[in-house]
């Protein structure tokens, strides 16, 4: 299985994992949090809601991999990392 099939599993099993998704929500937090970015910021970059942002961020719901890969891109993150906590490898 390679790491972009193992990133969209981890995605769509946090979507029904309470725990899991609180763990995206943390690491996607985080990140916009050092980078100085709002959810509102977030959104326009993204063309979603504010309130979409703000759910991820809250671990309400679950990122689809389309946001998670433009975020990650846009803050110079491994969408790997973001998604899944687990390290870039090389």
């Known amino acids: 299985m390679n790491r972009y099939t193992n990133t969209i599993g981890h995605l769509e099993r946090s979507a029904g994992n309470d725990r899991l ?4 929500a943390a690491r ?5 949090k050092r ?4 959810s509102a910021r977030a959104a ?19 990122p689809p991999l ?12 491994d969408v790997h990392w973001l998604c899944t906590g687990q ?3 090389a």
Do not use: H
């Open 28 to 32: 996607l937090d985080r990140a916009l």
């Open 35 to 38: 980078a100085g970015v709002s």
């Open 87 to 89: 390290p870039q490898v």
């Open 21 to 24: 998704r609180r763990a995206v």
């Open 66 to 77: 389309n946001a998670c890969m433009r975020l990650a891109t846009l803050l110079n993150l």
């Open 44 to 62: 326009k970059w993204l063309e979603v809601n504010e309130y979409d942002v703000q759910y991820w961020r809250g671990g309400i719901t679950a």
